[in-house]
């Protein structure tokens, strides 16, 4: 079945966090909304979408604005290398466990569950998991028996989901445990891959290079070329309408358009990628080979895709 989603964004992973940050039972933000169970279990497997009266609602019930209600503000591109689709989930989950263990460091563990809503996937599995294992910390129970009724959790799951869940379980653990955050970005690392790891430790050792300085460095870019200025529209798209293209686009379709793009262009979509991204971007930026056949091909591909954000 097809997820119900807006202008491409599912909603349903970030009402599941919004709730379970609130430690409510589908049951219970029904009787608040005044609604059934069953919408509330829709929404939440992108089965269906409220409508718009629902969504004020939704916002206004947990202080949120409508684009955060939907996921607008959270789209990221957190893509790493020629990755398949699993490989670009595990690297967006691997983000916001990395963030989980700044949160935990900085304002201890209970912080991480109030996060939750703010984190970029919206993992469902994600946010169980932190509220569980607080749950079970509450309840004065060992952490090794709480990690391991996480893992009959995981067992639980469909195959597809379980890898994930797993990286997600092993992740938390060294987080609950006070483990460094070198010990924490190498286990990431590990369930990604090599390509990670090396991309990963070649950026911590470049120190010169700020955000700031990549983007200026792309500032006054002209043209590839007279007809490569297919992407030229997209100067004036606001962020989320970025995003939106970002969400959608393989890195190697990205890097191949911006390196026929203009300035204003590149670092329009290179500004709206988190700083690890936006290093491993703007790398490959630096070290891609190709033809203009390839960029206009790519560049084609970003406008089909931009259609459909500015709708």
């Given at each position: 079945?097809?997820?119900a989603?807006?202008?491409?964004?599912?909603?349903?992973?970030?009402l599941?966090?919004l709730?379970?940050a609130k430690r409510?039972?589908?049951?219970?933000?029904a009787?608040a909304?005044?609604?059934?169970?069953?919408?509330?279990?829709?929404?939440?497997?992108?089965?269906?979408?409220?409508?718009?009266?629902m969504l004020?609602a939704?916002?206004?019930?947990?202080d949120c604005?409508?684009d955060?209600m939907?996921?607008?503000?959270?789209?990221?591109l957190?893509?790493v290398g020629?990755?398949d689709e699993?490989?670009?989930?595990l690297?967006?989950?691997?983000?916001?466990?990395?963030?989980c263990?700044?949160?935990?460091r900085a304002?201890?563990?209970?912080?991480?569950?109030?996060?939750?809503?703010?984190l970029?996937?919206n993992?469902?599995?994600?946010?169980?998991?932190?509220?569980?294992?607080?749950?079970?910390?509450m309840?004065?129970?060992?952490?090794?028996?709480c990690?391991?009724l996480?893992e009959?959790?995981?067992?639980?799951?469909?195959s597809a989901?379980?890898k994930?869940?797993?990286m997600?379980?092993?992740v938390l653990?060294l987080i609950?445990?006070?483990?460094?955050?070198e010990?924490?970005?190498?286990?990431v690392?590990s369930h990604i891959?090599?390509?990670?790891?090396?991309?990963?430790?070649?950026?911590?050792?470049?120190?010169?290079k700020?955000?700031?300085?990549?983007?200026d460095?792309?500032?006054a870019?002209?043209?590839?070329?007279d007809?490569?200025?297919l992407?030229?529209?997209?100067?004036?798209l606001?962020?989320?309408a970025i995003?939106?293209?970002?969400?959608?686009t393989?890195?190697v379709t990205?890097?191949?358009?911006?390196?026929?793009?203009s300035?204003n262009?590149v670092t329009?979509f290179?500004?709206?990628?988190?700083d690890?991204?936006?290093y491993?971007?703007?790398e490959?930026?630096e070290?891609?080979?190709?033809?203009?056949e390839?960029i206009?091909?790519?560049?084609?591909?970003?406008l089909e895709?931009g259609?459909?954000?500015?709708?």
């Amino acid at each position: 079945m097809q997820r119900a989603e807006y202008h491409g964004i599912a909603m349903g992973g970030k009402l599941y966090s919004l709730r379970t940050a609130k430690r409510m039972t589908q049951e219970q933000l029904a009787l608040a909304l005044n609604i059934s169970p069953a919408a509330i279990s829709k929404w939440e497997r992108n089965l269906s979408v409220p409508g718009v009266e629902m969504l004020w609602a939704l916002a206004d019930f947990f202080d949120c604005s409508i684009d955060e209600m939907v996921g607008r503000t959270l789209v990221q591109l957190e893509q790493v290398g020629s990755y398949d689709e699993e490989k670009f989930r595990l690297a967006e989950i691997g983000e916001d466990l990395l963030k989980c263990s700044e949160i935990s460091r900085a304002q201890g563990l209970l912080a991480m569950e109030k996060a939750i809503p703010r984190l970029k996937t919206n993992s469902r599995f994600l946010a169980f998991s932190i509220s569980c294992i607080l749950d079970f910390f509450m309840k004065e129970m060992e952490p090794e028996l709480c990690f391991r009724l996480l893992e009959n959790y995981i067992a639980t799951l469909p195959s597809a989901e379980q890898k994930e869940a797993h990286m997600i379980s092993e992740v938390l653990q060294l987080i609950f445990s006070g483990k460094n955050p070198e010990v924490i970005q190498e286990t990431v690392a590990s369930h990604i891959g090599m390509d990670y790891r090396e991309r990963v430790g070649t950026m911590g050792k470049n120190k010169k290079k700020s955000r700031q300085d990549i983007l200026d460095r792309y500032q006054a870019k002209k043209l590839y070329a007279d007809d490569t200025d297919l992407l030229e529209r997209f100067a004036h798209l606001d962020d989320f309408a970025i995003q939106v293209i970002l969400r959608n686009t393989d890195n190697v379709t990205l890097t191949t358009a911006l390196i026929g793009a203009s300035g204003n262009v590149v670092t329009r979509f290179l500004s709206n990628l988190s700083d690890r991204m936006l290093y491993f971007i703007s790398e490959d930026m630096e070290r891609w080979q190709g033809t203009l056949e390839e960029i206009l091909d790519a560049q084609k591909k970003l406008l089909e895709i931009g259609s459909f954000s500015e709708l």
